[in-house]
Every structure is written in structure tokens, then in C-alpha cells.
């Protein structure tokens, strides 16, 4: 079992709509989780981070975790063709500040005009 | 307010020669991690390094690779003797606590 999973996609969605993303992770004792957007050909950039159970807002992005289910999710509202990245999930294994991001294979979304 | 600045951008190198990537952390930030990233890939974890310590090698090759995070300068990432399975973008992130930024990359070609 891989360390943190991703479904690679791609998952295509029409303008205005929601894209949901998700992962799941194998350490039970992670406890700080993040999201990032690679456009094709640049550097990951951090989008959100969560830490506790439940969502976490801001502007058009929801993360969402559930450490009982092993989850993390990430929600885009009114999707735009901008949004069209791979979209990364990184764990952080183990319970303290290990440092050690370990990062899911990436979901390809792709937003239709 | 500069963010994590990683040169060379691009660097070929042949067969057979070094290649040493550089990467100087945000400022403030004390902790950098190096990553490898094979086209259509993930991010691979290499190295987790703070001021004059390595933290975690784990993921980086234990032959021609090193790294290094000298108390005055930026953090290096050494890659001696290159094959063409090294051709990849190599990434350094840098964080003061947990939040990890990430610097433009290092886009190495072997030839």
C-alpha cells in the first residue's frame, strides 16, 4: 500500500461547477496535511494545510479530513479553467514535526470552458 | 521578500561529470527538504536538512548523492558522476514550522 494515494485522473469538470479531490494516507499518526497545484512545468505551490477533523475554508477551497477514515479532501467551488493543475496531497509522516512531506501521485483536473 | 531560490534553473550535464544544485531557503526559514520529480511522476523525497545537520536521507540514493546545509550559505544538493536515469526536476522547500515552500527547480538533463 502506497504511503499516501491519489486517483490520477484526469477528472474533467465543466466551468462553475465543484471539483472534489481526494486522498487517503496509510500513517495513522500524521497529523499535519496539505494541499498543492502544479501547473505543467512549474513548482508546486501551497494551497491549504489542515490539521484538525472537519473543513477548513478559504475562498473557493474546502479541505476536508477525517483521521478515523485516513482521508483528506479537497474541495474547489465554481471551478474556472485556471484551476486546470495537478493537484497534489502531502502528509506528513508521523506524529511530530518530522519534516518528512510525503506527497501522493497527483489528480489531473481539467475545468471546460 | 524573496521566496526559496533554487539555481541553476536548467543544467545539462554529460555522462560521467558532477552536477551541484543550490538552493537558498526563504528568509527566516531554517528547515529545507530536497525533492525529485521524474517526468509524468510524483514528488519523490530525498533529504530533510536543517543549518549544518541532515535530519532525514532516507530517500536520497546512498551512492553519488549528498547534501549539505553549511551554517553561511545555501543548501547543496551534489550529484557526482550523473547517468541519464538522473535527468528530473529537483525541487527544494524550505518551512519554519510545517508549511513547506517550494523554489522554481532545478530542471537537470544528462546527454
Known amino acids: 500500500q502506497k504511503e499516501v494515494e491519489q486517483n490520477s485522473g484526469p477528472l474533467s469538470v465543466p466551468e462553475g461547477a465543484i471539483a472534489s479531490l481526494n486522498c487517503t494516507y496509510s500513517d495513522r499518526g500524521s497529523q499535519s496535511f496539505f494541499w498543492y497545484r502544479q501547473y505543467s512545468g512549474k513548482s508546486p505551490e501551497l494551497i491549504m494545510s489542515i490539521y484538525s477533523n472537519g473543513d477548513k475554508e478559504d475562498g473557493r477551497f474546502t479541505a476536508q479530513l477525517n483521521k478515523a477514515s485516513q482521508y483528506v479532501s479537497l474541495l474547489i467551488r465554481d471551478s474556472q479553467p485556471s484551476d486546470s493543475a495537478t493537484y497534489l496531497c502531502a502528509v506528513e509522516l508521523g506524529s511530530g514535526n518530522t519534516g518528512k512531506l510525503i506527497f501522493g501521485q497527483g489528480t489531473t483536473l481539467q475545468v471546460k470552458p | 521578500n524573496a521566496g526559496v531560490m533554487q539555481n541553476p534553473r536548467h543544467l545539462v550535464r554529460r555522462r560521467g561529470q558532477e552536477a551541484r544544485l543550490r538552493c537558498s531557503p526563504m528568509k527566516g526559514h531554517s528547515h529545507v527538504y530536497w525533492y525529485r520529480q521524474l517526468p509524468e511522476e510524483g514528488l519523490k523525497f530525498m533529504v530533510y536538512?536543517?543549518?549544518?545537520?541532515?535530519?532525514?536521507e532516507s530517500g536520497m540514493p546512498k551512492e553519488r548523492f549528498s547534501a549539505e546545509f553549511p551554517k553561511e550559505g545555501p543548501s547543496i544538493l551534489r550529484i557526482q558522476q550523473v547517468v541519464r536515469g538522473d535527468s528530473a526536476a529537483y525541487f527544494c522547500?524550505?518551512?519554519?514550522?510545517?508549511?513547506?515552500?517550494f523554489g522554481q527547480g532545478t530542471r537537470l538533463t544528462v546527454v
Open positions: 536538512l536543517q543549518k549544518e545537520n541532515i535530519i532525514d
Open positions: 522547500a524550505s518551512s519554519s514550522q510545517t508549511e513547506a515552500f
